[in-house]
């Protein structure tokens, strides 16, 4: 039976949040806070309660998320600063040749985004796009496309990028599953949405590079030289494959397997992504720092800015945790999810349409995930296991990706770097983005059927 007031106050509550950061452009972290609070007061807890429930939304999400997004944002610094993602890149164009350079493009924008930043990683490899147009005349789309369909994918659902991070941490999914399901989703969305669809408006749609005025592109900010490329590889793989050796080695696959208990324990402390990151971190300080003539002061001042970015992401997950408790606190998640389950609607597509509402109307894809994240929490039965969570944070980083537009920075990104004006960057960057997020959905849906 659904309570159609409380129904209607979670309802005030996301007009609120939205009239909040989209007529007064207000920051989205106090948004959510006020957000939550409302609808904690109409539904009528009262006031020193409504406080507890804000300090232990906050405590609960942080507790996990701001070690994660602080250790990833430094080490995707050290890496940044040092030249690695030139390095990759260039790596990659030389591996693939000018006639597969698209695809050098889409795995480079893949791999990078996994520990640099969307809007950092973008703005560091699009160079390398401009050069490619230049060299063989085919319209810089051909080149741009694929490298934003791989930083978008792995931006949105592969951790350790915040997104994904915090909606694991709000729905208590495995971190380990959530990449191993990001990467299976991942790969063929990158495919479909980066090489396909950017052949097919490169032919539609000509751009041509901006005029070139420095030649400094593969060049670390202190003059050293670029890492070799393989190092970077190695240095990205450390987290993520202990991370997944982690989860196998405790799923019930290895069960059977004659693995020493003290063994298993010692891959479960290396293994957590407290400690993965800790172990790449140091690597990336000692290998991309240290060892290549930076100082420690020179790298102290480059961790120390990185946590800037991420302090924004941690406070706004921890915003997304506080709304999550309120409406576990109100009952409105129960209610709903007994009556989602009247009416035969799946959660994981609830999940991907309040993610995709959210996206749409105020641009924020991280903003979407934790909303949508917060919305769903609630609904989840006791029934649904590791591989269910983790297709359900999929299911909200698809919604949270689609149909980049006019409210979302990272269009206006796209258009300034691109040369795109508004008509052509709908055409190309929105349309890409809404390609990501059905055929995304599409393959989490069919894994939902057969897993």
Same mark, same amino acid.
């Given at each position: 039976?659904?309570?159609?007031?409380?129904?209607?106050?979670?309802?005030?509550?996301?007009?609120? @949040?939205?009239?909040?950061? =989209?007529?007064?452009?207000?920051?989205?972290?106090?948004?959510?806070?006020?957000?939550?609070i409302t609808v904690a007061l109409l539904a009528g807890i009262p006031p020193d309660e409504t406080i507890d429930l804000v300090k232990k939304g906050m405590?609960?999400? *942080?507790?996990?998320?701001?070690?994660?997004?602080?250790?990833?944002?430094?080490?995707?610094?050290?890496?940044?600063?040092?030249?690695?993602?030139?390095? =990759?890149?260039?790596?990659?164009?030389?591996?693939?040749?000018?006639?597969?350079?698209? *695809?050098?493009?889409?795995?480079?924008?893949?791999?990078?985004?996994?520990?640099?930043?969307?809007?950092?990683?973008?703005?560091?490899?699009?160079?390398?796009?401009?050069?490619?147009?230049?060299?063989?005349?085919?319209? @810089?789309?051909?080149?741009?496309?694929?490298?934003?369909?791989?930083?978008?994918?792995?931006?949105?659902?592969?951790?350790?990028?915040?997104?994904?991070?915090?909606?694991?941490?709000?729905?208590?999914?495995?971190?380990?599953?959530?990449?191993?399901?990001?990467?299976?989703?991942?790969?063929?969305?990158?495919?479909?949405?980066?090489?396909?669809?950017?052949?097919?408006?490169?032919?539609?749609?000509?751009?041509?590079?901006?005029?070139?005025?420095?030649?400094?592109?593969?060049?670390?900010?202190?003059?050293?030289?670029?890492?070799?490329?393989?190092?970077?590889?190695?240095?990205?793989?450390?987290?993520?494959?202990?991370?997944? =050796?982690?989860?196998? *080695?405790?799923?019930?696959?290895?069960?059977?397997?004659?693995?020493?208990?003290?063994?298993?324990?010692?891959?479960?402390?290396?293994?957590?992504?407290?400690?993965?990151?800790?172990?790449?971190?140091l690597v990336a300080w000692y290998l991309l720092g240290i060892r290549r003539n930076f100082t420690p002061k020179q790298l102290l001042e480059i961790t120390?800015?990185?946590?800037?970015?991420?302090?924004?992401?941690?406070?706004?997950?921890?915003?997304?945790?506080?709304?999550?408790?309120?409406?576990?606190?109100?009952?409105?998640?129960?209610?709903?999810?007994?009556?989602?389950?009247?009416?035969?609607?799946?959660l994981l597509l609830f999940a991907f349409i309040a993610a995709v509402l959210v996206r749409v109307l105020q641009g924020s894809s991280t903003v979407a995930?934790?909303?949508?994240?917060?919305?769903?929490?609630?609904?989840?039965?006791?029934?649904?296991?590791?591989?269910? =969570?983790?297709? @359900?944070?999929?299911?909200?980083?698809?919604?949270?990706?689609?149909?980049?537009?006019?409210?979302?920075?990272?269009?206006?990104?796209?258009?300034?770097?691109?040369?795109?004006?508004?008509?052509?960057?709908?055409?190309?960057?929105?349309?890409?983005?809404?390609?990501?997020?059905?055929?995304?959905?599409?393959?989490?849906?069919?894994?939902?059927?057969?897993?």
């Amino acid at each position: 039976m659904i309570d159609v007031t409380l129904l209607l106050y979670v309802g005030i509550g996301i007009a609120l @949040l939205l009239f909040l950061i =989209l007529r007064l452009k207000m920051q989205a972290f106090i948004a959510l806070l006020i957000c939550s609070i409302t609808v904690a007061l109409l539904a009528g807890i009262p006031p020193d309660e409504t406080i507890d429930l804000v300090k232990k939304g906050m405590g609960d999400t *942080l507790g996990f998320v701001a070690v994660v997004v602080g250790l990833g944002a430094m080490f995707g610094a050290i890496l940044e600063h040092s030249g690695g993602a030139e390095s =990759l890149a260039a790596y990659l164009l030389k591996w693939f040749g000018e006639k597969r350079a698209n *695809l050098a493009m889409l795995i480079t924008g893949f791999l990078v985004a996994i520990p640099v930043f969307f809007d950092v990683a973008f703005i560091l490899l699009v160079p390398l796009a401009y050069a490619l147009q230049r060299k063989t005349g085919l319209s @810089l789309l051909h080149f741009a496309i694929p490298l934003l369909a791989g930083l978008a994918i792995t931006h949105a659902f592969i951790p350790p990028t915040p997104g994904p991070v915090a909606v694991a941490d709000i729905l208590n999914a495995d971190l380990g599953q959530v990449i191993l399901f990001g990467f299976i989703v991942g790969v063929p969305t990158a495919l479909l949405a980066g090489l396909v669809f950017g052949k097919f408006i490169a032919k539609k749609i000509f751009v041509a590079a901006p005029e070139i005025t420095d030649n400094e592109y593969f060049r670390s900010e202190n003059g050293k030289g670029i890492p070799p490329p393989l190092m970077i590889f190695a240095i990205i793989a450390i987290p993520i494959v202990l991370i997944l =050796l982690n989860t196998f *080695l405790n799923s019930p696959l290895a069960n059977n397997l004659p693995i020493p208990i003290s063994v298993k324990k010692t891959i479960q402390l290396i293994g957590h992504p407290f400690t993965a990151l800790i172990i790449a971190n140091l690597v990336a300080w000692y290998l991309l720092g240290i060892r290549r003539n930076f100082t420690p002061k020179q790298l102290l001042e480059i961790t120390t800015a990185s946590l800037g970015p991420a302090g924004i992401i941690i406070l706004l997950t921890g915003a997304g945790g506080v709304f999550k408790q309120v409406l576990i606190a109100t009952g409105a998640g129960e209610m709903l999810a007994n009556y989602f389950a009247e009416q035969n609607i799946g959660l994981l597509l609830f999940a991907f349409i309040a993610a995709v509402l959210v996206r749409v109307l105020q641009g924020s894809s991280t903003v979407a995930m934790i909303t949508a994240a917060g919305l769903t929490a609630p609904l989840i039965a006791d029934n649904y296991s590791g591989t269910s =969570l983790a297709l @359900l944070v999929i299911a909200i980083a698809s919604g949270s990706s689609i149909l980049s537009h006019v409210n979302d920075s990272g269009f206006w990104l796209v258009s300034k770097y691109l040369g795109l004006d508004e008509k052509q960057t709908f055409r190309s960057w929105s349309v890409m983005t809404t390609i990501l997020s059905l055929v995304s959905i599409s393959l989490v849906m069919l894994l939902s059927v057969l897993l």
